[in-house]
């Protein structure tokens, strides 16, 4: 079984970082859909302030009155108006803000988990699974305060500051100038402190996915963990993790910090400035001292849309080291769109034959020439491989020490990978001509260590043709003798199967996954027998099963047990990436050394035995 393993370059702590422009694109396409949305909580924001501005004006109004000894009933009902309207417009605004950052977070994750399902294998085999886990979970998180607080921030703060500049400037330009010098001097330290921001931000990141990759293969493994004592390990492996997100956390803390005080640093530094430079001016009578105060007055209103804008700059470090991960797990090689969906014409439930266009009954299988290693950089798995597979039915085994690539037959079978040289055909037509969807109807497979999903019984059996009648469905569980098991469960189909189905025997989810492979009504049954012992009860069971199956379709199996090859019509002999021989048990045995050996020594010859 393939079951490789390494630290895989590109969930590394150092996602490689995306271009400017292409960070703001990735950013934007997360936003579009709902500008408008995001436009109608800023003006309502806006408009919220701005309620609350004109509220000084009609208390003076309602001050001036009271001096001058008139009525105040309207005032008093326009004040409490705009109190309560400005207040109700503004939380409304917020509300629509907050929905909407929601909304992106939603979607973000639908779009990501709808491409991660439809990942190709190869690249299945570079990632892990637990980074892409913290991908669509902790990543997301992050854009929600970017597409919209920050953006609302950023356009209001411009538009604050955009008057005051103006206003600033009819005052005295030459002041105006000198506020912008002192100010574009400290603000450029944030050139310095931006990327920062995003690099920590993004590490942390990396780090969170990190935790939920060891998690993943703690609780994947959870009975190994504890059999190997590594508990400890385990969990200092994840400490490590979590200190290095932390680590980088209270980095990315410490720069945003010193973006935000430098903020303050401008403004404190331009008052003296201007107060130097306008004393000046006024001493000299180039100007009077009330533009000075004026101009100073105005100088501490930009305080607000600069402090705005620097935290909108900081949010948009942390969603674009987000956007970063994001994109990066968006851009894996993916399968055709209608597979994973099964919206290919003639799938639909995925119960029936489902190949639409292909006949019915049993498929003919055949290798021409196949080569194959699974990365460019590995050896070939394959070497010039070729056999053919009558649709007849029957039950082809193949047999070969460890290694030898007979479980590659199946992921090439199953288009998991794509050979380099030479054709694979089912029913005569290229792989390569088949929609992925209607060539993954056609077949079952099980692999070896027959994977049963945590749910119940009923649901992994119906996981392959949800739409399966109850008697379709009764009928599979006698045919793979499991019926009895079902009726002595207290909770029958209902039972939960716990993680991975282990409140099942192994020769029982061998059948729990052989039944529901048979209930896809496959035209060809791949299996990847388990190389564990199975008792005698249950390998006869199991054999029954596969002997009946073989009658109406065509099944290959990787095959560890004496009797199943015994029991075969043909058996292809692998031997490191290549076929060494096709025949009968008894041809083989006479005629094929490496053959007499394994049947001799390493096929397990436990149970009662073909007869
Ligand atoms: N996803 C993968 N990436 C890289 N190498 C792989 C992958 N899967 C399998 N291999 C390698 O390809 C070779 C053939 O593997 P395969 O699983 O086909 O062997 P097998 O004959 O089925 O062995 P076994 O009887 O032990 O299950 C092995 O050397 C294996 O290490």
């Given at each position: 079984m393939?079951a490789?393993q ?111 399902v ?10 892990q699974p637990g980074?892409l886990m913290s991908?669509v979970t ?73 935790i939920s990759s060891t998690l993943e293969r703690t609780f994947g493994a959870l009975r190994t963990v504890k059999a190997s004592?590594a508990e400890?390990?385990e969990a200092?492996?994840v ?207 099980v692999e070896q260590d027959a994977p049963v999903l945590a749910g119940t019984l009923r649901e992994n059996l119906l996981f392959a ?17 499991l019926?009895?098991l079902?009726?002595?469960l207290p909770d029958?189909l209902e039972t939960v199967v716990g993680h991975r189905g282990s409140k099942l025997s192994g020769g029982e989810r061998q059948r729990v996954a052989?039944a529901r ?13 388990a190389?564990s ?79």
């Amino acid at each position: 079984m393939p079951a490789q393993q390494e630290k895989p370059a590109d969930t590394d702590t150092k996602t490689p970082k995306l271009p400017a422009r292409e960070t703001w694109r990735a950013l934007y396409a997360h936003i579009r859909p709902r500008r408008g949305a995001i436009v109608l909580g800023g003006l309502l924001t806006l408009v919220g302030s701005v309620t609350g501005l004109i509220q000084p004006l009609a208390a003076k109004e309602l001050v001036d009155r009271l001096g001058e000894g008139q009525g105040i009933g309207d005032v008093l009902v326009l004040l409490t108006l705009l109190v309560v309207a400005g207040t109700v417009i503004e939380a409304f605004g917020a509300y629509v803000l907050e929905r909407t950052a929601e909304s992106v977070v939603l979607a973000a994750r639908r779009q990501l988990v709808a491409r991660l399902v439809r990942l190709r294998m190869p690249a299945v085999d570079r990632v892990q699974p637990g980074d892409l886990m913290s991908r669509v979970t902790a990543d997301t998180t992050l854009l929600r305060q970017v597409t919209t607080n920050a953006l609302v921030s950023a356009v209001a703060g411009s538009l604050t500051l955009l008057a005051t500049l103006v206003m600033m400037a009819f005052l005295d330009p030459v002041l105006l100038a000198v506020t912008v010098g002192v100010t574009v001097v400290i603000g450029s330290g944030l050139g310095f402190v931006y990327p920062r921001i995003a690099r920590a931000t993004e590490r942390a990141q990396a780090a969170v996915g990190e935790i939920s990759s060891t998690l993943e293969r703690t609780f994947g493994a959870l009975r190994t963990v504890k059999a190997s004592g590594a508990e400890a390990r385990e969990a200092a492996a994840v400490d490590e993790a979590a200190r290095r997100a932390w680590r980088h956390g209270v980095r990315a803390a410490k720069w945003q910090s010193v973006a935000y005080t430098s903020t303050g640093v401008a403004i404190q530094v331009s008052f003296l400035v201007v107060l130097g430079v306008g004393g000046a001016r006024v001493a000299s009578g180039t100007i009077p001292v009330s533009t000075l105060v004026a101009f100073l007055l105005a100088l501490f209103y930009l305080t607000d849309p600069i402090s705005r804008l620097v935290e909108a700059g900081s949010d948009y470090q942390e969603g674009t080291a987000a956007v970063a991960r994001i994109s990066e797990a968006e851009r894996l090689e993916t399968e055709p769109e209608e597979t994973a969906a099964g919206s290919g014409a003639g799938t639909g439930t995925g119960t029936g034959t489902g190949t639409g266009d292909a006949a019915s009954g049993p498929a003919s299988v055949a290798f021409e020439d196949v080569t194959f290693r699974y990365r460019p950089e590995l050896p070939p798995v394959h070497r010039e491989v070729s056999f053919a597979v009558p649709g007849e039915g029957g039950m082809t085994a193949f047999v070969g020490p460890s290694g030898a690539g007979k479980t590659t037959v199946f992921g090439l079978i199953e288009r998991f990978y794509e050979q380099e040289a030479g054709r694979i055909l089912l029913d005569g037509r290229d792989l390569r001509e088949w929609p992925l969807d209607r060539l993954r109807a056609a077949i079952g497979y099980v692999e070896q260590d027959a994977p049963v999903l945590a749910g119940t019984l009923r649901e992994n059996l119906l996981f392959a043709a949800p739409d399966a009648g109850e008697e379709e469905l009764r009928e599979t569980l006698v045919r793979t003798r499991l019926a009895a098991l079902v009726d002595r469960l207290p909770d029958g189909l209902e039972t939960v199967v716990g993680h991975r189905g282990s409140k099942l025997s192994g020769g029982e989810r061998q059948r729990v996954a052989i039944a529901r492979a048979l209930l896809r009504r496959p035209r060809l049954l791949l299996l990847d027998e388990a190389t564990s012992q199975l008792d005698a009860a249950n390998e006869r069971a199991l054999r029954e099963v596969v002997a009946e199956a073989a009658r109406t379709t065509t099944v290959l199996v990787v095959a560890h047990r004496l009797s199943t090859v015994t029991l075969a019509d043909r058996i292809v002999v692998m031997e490191a990436g290549r076929v060494r021989a096709v025949g009968t048990h008894e041809e083989l045995v006479a005629a094929d050394p490496l053959y007499g050996e394994l049947a001799a020594t390493q096929l397990l010859a436990s149970g009662p035995g073909p007869g």
